[in-house]
Structures are given as C-alpha cells and as structure tokens.
C-alpha cells in the first residue's frame, strides 16, 4: 500500500467514487489449478531459473491471478487457448522477475516513490492507467478520476482491490525492466560511416550481364549424399539449426461426424421452430430462447443478407423463410421490419479488360478490344461465358458476378454506370476506371430497402450415440495397435483413417499436426515413461478421438541428421550440383561457358540492381552474386557462384555509386537504430533467459 498512501498524501482533491471496470488488470495467472499432475505427484517444480526451482505452488498463484483478471475484464471465463496463453504470460513473468533481478541489482537500478506516482498521476502516466481514467466524451486523460478512484479503494470489492494491489505490485519491476531495456539499447550507436555505407548500398544500381544454371538442370536422383556430408553441413551451420527439447509423433484422428439420423433430428426441430416462430409474439425473445447466435436488430441491406435469403427477395415482412442448411447449421430467417436505408445497394457483373501498358497505344488497344466484346454480348453472345473467356480479374470464373454491393464500396465511375441505371440489363456503353475498361451488366437494378431480420440459427452436433460410436471406433483402433507397428498397419488397414505426423513438437505447445488443443498428447509425448515406439491411451480433443505413437524425440542443442535430413539433403544436394555445374563452365565469355554447358544453361541482362536489396530482377534474392558483381569494374566477369538457385557467372556492365549520401545523414541513421532497436528487444530478453539457464517443465502439470 507504499504506493496508494504516498499518492493520497500528495493529493488534496476532494472527489467522490468512480470505477474504472477490470482494464487495471495486467497480471498473468491460471485457469485450471495444475493441481493434476498425471506423472508424478511428488514432484511440485515447474522448472528451474537461475538455479532455483519455481513451484507449482508459486506458479498457481500467478495463475490465478491471470484467471481472475481474465474473468473480470471480459465477463467470462477463457477459452482452453486463452487459458495457453495466459499460462506462457505467468511463466514468462516469473521468468522476468527470477532472470532479470540480477541484472538489476548488478546495474543498481531502483524505482523510487516518487517515479511511481509519477506513473500513476503525474506527467508520465502508465499506459494502462491512461487508457482506463481517459474521458469517452473528451477523449482526455482525467487526473481527478484516478485520484477519485484511489480514494474510494478501501471501499471496493475485495476482488477489485486485490487487482489494484497486483498492479501496483508489478509496477516497480515494470519500471525497472523499462530501464534495463533503454540502458542497453542506447548503448547501441550508429557511426556516421554506418549510415553512409547503408545509404550507399540502398541506392547504388548497377547493369548486369550474367550466366545462369539452375540447379534442377541436374536431377536430384543423379546427385547422391550421405549421412557423414548431411553432418558436415549441419556442423557448418549450427547456428541455424538450434533446436529446443521436442517430439516425433504419428497419429491418427477419429473424427466425432453428426450422422445422418443427427441432422434429421436437427432438421424436425426446426421445422417445429418455423411453425412457432410464424405466431411468436416476441421474435428477440424467440430468438434469444431458441437461436444458438444471439439475436441481432439491425436493419441490413440486401448486400449483407445472407446468400439463402438473398435469392428470395423481394422479401415480405412477417414471412418466415427456410429453414435453409449451409455450413453445418439450419437457418429460419423471419422478416421483421423494413425501411428505406441511407445508402444504395445493387448486384452487377462486368467484365474488364486491362491495359497491356501505360502507354497510349496499350490504353487504345485495350478499347477496342472490350467495345468488341461489348459488340458481341449486343449481337446475342452470353455475358458470362464471355466474362469467363475475357476477364482479367478474380470474378471471371463466376462469369464476371461481383456479387451485391452498397455505395461506397466501388470506384467512382463505376458507381455512377450502376447506380445510375434504373433497371436491370447491359449498360450500352464501356466504363472507363483506373483498373481499365468494363462491359457491365446490372443484375439487380439500385434500391435502398433494407430489412430487419430476426435468425434462428440451430447448429447440427453429434448425439451422445454418434459421439460413443466414434469412441468405440477409436478403442477398437487401440487394441489393435500394441506397439508402433501394429498401429500402423492397424491405420492402413482403415480406409477411413489417414496416418498424420507431427516433428519437432515443442514442450509448451498446443497443436500436434493440425489438431489444436491437444496438450493432453503433448504431455504423453513428453512424460519420461513414454518411450519411442509407444502408443498412447485414446484422448478425446475437442470433436475427435486422437490416438498417437511417439516415434522420435530430441535434446535440446544442434538438430541431428535425422530430424532435419529432408531439408539438409536438398542444401547438400546444391552443393554437389554446384561443383558439378562450375566443372562444365568452360570459355571466355558468358555465351561461350553457356554453349560448353548446353541448353539450360541462360544468358541474361538485368538493370537497375541494387546493392542494398541483394535481388537480381526476373530470377530473385542472389546477394552473394549482387554484392560480387557491385565489386567487379566495368566489362570484369566474376568466377562461378554458388547461388540461391543455381550457379551464377556475372559481369558488371555499368554501376552508378552515390559519390554523397542522397538524404540528410541524420534521418539515415535514426533509421538504422530504430531497426536496431526493434530487433534488440527479443534479442536482450533472449540473452537473460539464456545466462539464467531456464528450464521449463510446465509439461508435467499443463
């Protein structure tokens, strides 16, 4: 309370009591206990940090700090994602305060009373505080609300006063961390020189002549590796492949489907419904009783009706249409009012044809060619099938449907045309736009009616039969997989089943494949009594029954061959390729060495190469080729590159280097430290957690 009684004793405001709801809530926490440990239930560490161990106890208790807060400010509890995420803040809190408290006491960085009221209601307020206390009419920061508020703490809610407490408990380290972060970063300085170089190569430009051989122009099947020349080259580039603590897993995924027998039993419900909701006195009402989405009285616009109610208009009110079945869900649409809106809205297609240039001619070629497109829909030609033949944008395969539209939505001139029709048909003449010419056809002719349309929206789920036929189908799945052999022919031996893999899962994640919220599996793969080669007991995730077999698993340091063989080889394979090409590239001049090499190998040009961008246009990202052609003279020819690509023989036409920077120096080097500063973030937090040895073993619990 040091900070709440300093503020009261500098304030002399006389203001009465004013809440400011849950956006003071800024601490992470739990959702579920973590009180369920399946694997061991003596030990109660979560991990370690600096050496010492966090508890499940600690660790619980940040959770449900983030639990309460997440509840408050949203009025509900968090979804089993949210409760992910807010599990990784409470870790990475406890982290922060266990990590970074050494570098502080190292630095002697402190946070005093008067930094923090400074904070809360002085000239630099904390952003949260600011965004809670600003004042919806003035759009203002309201000092006396926060002291008002202040005020009146002794008299709030016990949850609420908790909250405040919490927030003002982590301001300190907050402010501390801010300091850190500057300190480090302002220690970084660009040099005069380093902003001139970076000028430089951002608007050098250079001509280039250069040899081209991609690498496909080998087969792979001709070029073999091996294990020893894959390990060589991880060796060789270790820094790019660090890996964490992760699992190898195959599985396979018994989808819980609604039957047939689920939907007709859906479908007689709502045909019920429709009868009632003809008579319903009350529709918001029915609609809130009886509706899985929440009732919504808006007036709309035929442009945002939905499609099934759409093909119906016009539409009368009190008429109840559907049900209608799309997307898993029926529908029953009742017409409830209706009104002439602000704004217009209409349904055309088009056709556009776009100009091959921006010259004069291109633009004239482009005319002619839709006014005789224009002049054969006249003569009787379908307007669609041209629009599939002709058009040049997305809607040419829907015939040129743009679908419904509201004023507002559409270029200028091309609202005019449509707009201004007073009824459905080919407009006469071409519409010119930015895009080009276009051969509209109004589909439905202008009008401001709109509608109010209650829904009642019943979504088609499994019964509890579907739901235990599926789970015996994933049981019967388990006895027949004893091992990961049997698993898998028990898999193959099941039309219906496809065999998923997931490498490299990570401790802390969710998804396996493409399953989400599969933590429950994560935990299996990653409990020390599972080993390679074992099936696990069926999970159910979400609307499906998952069964898995651990197949790899890996430390955490430099990736062996075997997790990353896929992608190594391919590296290795251009390595080979490229020796194999330079050998062949035999003459004195780029053409010669292309004829020695035969018909893939490519004699190109390329202009305006800029230094800075490392990309040759037309054949993509080369920067070891564009940053030796910027090193040649005029007429040199470098020797064979290794490339992105391919093997590459440039030559040097002409370069245009800047002899002076071409923009103030200054901005040049405000530039690169904002880009300095962006990337140092992560790398600084990266750099802590790395010295403090953290070690995270929420797995167990979560």
């Known amino acids: 309370m040091a900070l709440i009684n300093t503020i009261r004793e500098k304030s002399g405001w006389a203001v009465g009591t004013v809440a400011i709801g849950m956006l003071l809530f800024i601490v992470g926490g739990d959702l579920i206990g973590g009180q369920n440990n399946l694997f061991n239930r003596q030990d109660t560490s979560v991990g370690e940090i600096a050496g010492d161990e966090v508890s499940l106890d600690e660790f619980n208790a940040a959770l449900e700090q983030s639990k309460e807060a997440f509840a408050a400010q949203n009025g509900r509890q968090p979804t089993e994602q949210e409760q992910q995420q807010l599990r990784d803040q ?43 206390f600003t004042n919806p009419q003035t759009g203002q920061f309201d000092r006396a609300r926060v002291i008002e508020y202040l005020r009146a703490l002794d008299k709030l809610p016990p949850q609420q006063l908790q909250a405040w407490l919490s927030f003002e408990q982590n301001l300190p380290q907050e402010r501390m961390g801010n300091k850190y972060y500057a300190l480090l970063k302002n220690s970084d300085y660009v040099t005069s020189a380093e ?54 897993l195959e599985f396979a995924v018994v989808n819980v489907v609604p039957s047939k027998e689920d939907s007709a039993a859906v479908r007689q419900t709502v045909d019920q419904l429709a009868q009632q ?27 945002d009706l939905p499609e099934k109610l759409r093909q119906q208009l016009p539409l009368q009110q009190g008429q109840v249409y559907g049900p209608f079945a799309e997307n898993g869900t029926y529908s029953l649409y009742k017409i409830t009012g209706t009104k002439a809106g602000a704004t217009q809205a209409a349904r055309a297609s088009h056709i556009l044809i776009k100009p091959e240039g921006t010259t004069p001619e291109a633009d004239a070629a482009a005319k002619a060619k839709a006014q005789g497109i224009l002049n054969q829909i006249k003569g009787g030609a379908d307007f669609a099938a041209m629009a599939r033949q002709h058009g040049t944008d997305g809607t040419a395969p829907l015939g040129g449907d743009l679908g419904w539209f509201t004023s507002g939505r559409m270029v200028p001139e091309f609202e005019k045309a449509v707009f201004g029709a007073s009824s459905a048909g080919l407009l006469p003449s071409l519409v010119k736009t930015s895009f080009g010419y276009h051969i509209i056809k109004v589909t439905a002719p202008k009008t401001s009616q709109t509608y109010r349309v209650a829904a009642v929206q019943k979504g088609i789920t499994p019964s509890d039969a579907t739901n235990e036929t599926a789970y015996q189908r994933a049981q019967e799945l ?17 039309k219906a089943l496809q065999k998923q893999e997931a490498r490299g899962v990570g401790k802390s994640d969710a998804v396996v494949g493409n399953v989400p919220n599969a933590r429950e599996v994560v935990r299996w793969a990653f409990n020390k009594e599972t080993e390679v080669g074992q099936v696990s007991e069926v999970f159910q995730v979400n609307d499906q029954y998952v069964i898995a077999a651990l197949t790899g698993t890996r430390t955490e340091g430099t990736a062996d061959v075997a997790a990353v063989k896929p992608e190594v080889s391919a590296f290795v394979r251009n390595e080979e390729k490229a020796k194999q090409i330079m050998a062949k590239l035999k003459g004195s001049t780029l053409e010669q060495m292309a004829t020695a090499y035969g018909a893939n190998a490519q004699v190109r040009t390329a202009n305006d190469v800029t230094l800075g961008q490392g990309v ?17 003279k005029p007429g040199q020819r470098s020797a064979p590159i290794k490339g992105e690509q391919g093997v590459l023989v440039v030559e040097l036409v002409n370069k245009n280097e800047p002899a002076a920077p071409s923009t103030d120096l200054k901005t040049v080097r405000n530039q690169l430290q904002q880009m300095r500063g962006a990337r140092s973030t992560g790398a600084i937090y990266e750099t802590v957690r790395q010295k403090a040895e953290v070690k995270d073993e929420r797995v167990k619990f979560f």
């Open 478 to 494: 388990k006895a027949k997989a004893t091992d990961l052999e049997s698993f898998r022919k028990a898999v193959a031996a099941d």
């Open 195 to 248: 902003a001139q170089r970076f000028d430089v190569s951002q608007n050098s430009r250079a001509n280039l002549r250069y040899l081209f051989v991609p690498y496909f122009s080998i087969s792979d099947s001709a070029v073999k590796v091996n294990d020893s020349q894959l390990q060589d080259y991880i060796t060789r580039n270790k820094a790019r492949y660090k890996v964490q603590d992760g699992r190898d």
């Open 277 to 303: 909701f003809r008579t319903a006195p009350n529709d918001s009402l029915f609609v809130r009783l009886n509706s899985d989405q929440p009732y919504n009285g808006q007036f709309v616009s035929p442009a």
């Open 90 to 132: 409470a870790w990475n809190q406890i982290v922060f305060q266990r990590a970074f408290q050494p570098q502080f006491e190292a630095l002697g960085l402190k946070v005093t009373d008067e930094e923090l009221t400074d904070m809360v209601q002085g000239k630099n307020i904390h952003p949260t505080i600011q965004q809670a």
């Open 616 to 632: 040759i246009p037309g054949l993509g990202n080369e920067p070891v080729a564009v940053g030796t052609a910027f090193g040649l």
